[in-house]
């Protein structure tokens, strides 16, 4: 049998329609710190396009990074929806439960020849980027310059043996290259630019990123693609700064045979500087404004007038 139906056994893909047809939706944060009125838009995004149309809304806790991860973010996460009215079937969805899945699925990439092994520090990265006139830029910056792609098998195998620590990276170009289309996904949102509708992936623009991360062994884009397609998830809403990161989760879905949903792209509340927000930004805190005594409803309202 081939390493990915193996692997999608291992996930047993639940229905991925809701008893009432209507879709299913996540909000999955991480617990690194409390969470904000940007947070409380996403959340209400998600949910109210699961309740307008009887769907289910589902909470996924993101804890890959067990160093940045702790127990007291993740108990204000259920408290602090809970007071927001939101509402979700338990038991709770955990990266840190599915670690075994990552490497299941990081393994049929593997098989697939579409990966390689990179030991560039973030130093030499850097330093490489700075040394090559013409390094590769993608909207969100400079891009992995490709040098642990060019490296001999041979010094691979080596460097392996000496134990040196390294990551996995996705040969986007190589992976692309294995299938006979560019997949596509439907953007019921928007993009940055405004993008709607049928969209031909493009995940060159994040260039070959990080599945295995050498600290963890599995990476943001490869934890949340086998987890939306674990959790049946159909329609993906989320911030629109993270658009082109869907372009890569596509190209992973498709080349583990897993389902691609809908993706529902929407704004970012900002702050008074038009800035996005961020943890740090504690006075925006879903339990400060509580503790202020603003109402849930009222936090509502501000996220939708704060949103650009
Ligand atoms: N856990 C991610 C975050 O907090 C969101 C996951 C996603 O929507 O892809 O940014």
């Known amino acids: 049998m081939n390493p990915i139906s193996v692997f999608c056994d291992k996930l047993r893909m639940r229905d991925r329609q809701s008893p009432h047809h209507g ?21 209400l995004v998600a949910a109210d ?11 996924r806790i993101d804890d890959i990074d067990r160093a940045r991860s702790r127990a007291e973010f993740e108990t204000a996460i259920y408290e602090d929806l809970s007071w927001l009215g939101l509402e979700w079937p338990k038991p709770v969805y955990r990266q840190s439960d599915h670690l075994d899945t990552y490497q299941s699925a990081l393994a049929a990439l593997d098989g697939l020849g579409v990966l390689y092994p990179c030991f560039c520090t973030r130093k030499q990265i850097q330093e ?12 969100e910056g400079a891009l992995y310059p490709g040098t642990c792609r060019h490296l001999a098998m041979e010094t691979r195998r080596e460097w392996i043996e000496d134990g040196r620590p390294f990551a996995m990276r996705i040969d986007v170009a190589r992976a692309l290259a294995t299938l006979e289309a560019r997949p596509e996904f439907y953007e019921s949102g928007a993009g940055p630019d405004g993008h709607q509708g049928q969209i031909a992936i493009r995940p060159e623009l994040l260039g070959d990123v990080v599945l295995a991360r050498r600290d963890i062994g599995t990476s943001y884009h490869l934890a949340v693609t086998v987890d939306d397609a674990a959790q049946g998830i159909s329609l993906v809403t989320r ?13 992973l879905q498709t080349l583990l045979g897993l389902p691609t949903p809908d993706y529902g792209h929407h704004r970012l509340v900002r702050d008074a500087a038009g800035r996005r927000l961020a943890k740090r930004d504690a006075a925006l805190s879903l339990r400060e404004l509580r503790a202020r005594g603003i109402t849930p409803a009222a936090v509502r309202e501000m996220a939708l007038q704060r949103v650009a």
């Open 239 to 251: 911030g629109h700064d993270l658009f082109h990161a869907t372009h890569m989760h596509v190209l």
């Open 128 to 139: 490489e980027i700075a040394r090559i006139s013409d390094a590769p830029h993608g909207p």
């Open 49 to 59: 396009a699961a309740d307008s149309s009887g769907g289910i809304f589902l909470l």
């Open 23 to 43: 879709p299913v939706t996540r909000f999955a944060p991480s617990p690194t710190g409390l969470l904000h009125l940007g947070h409380a838009y996403a959340a």
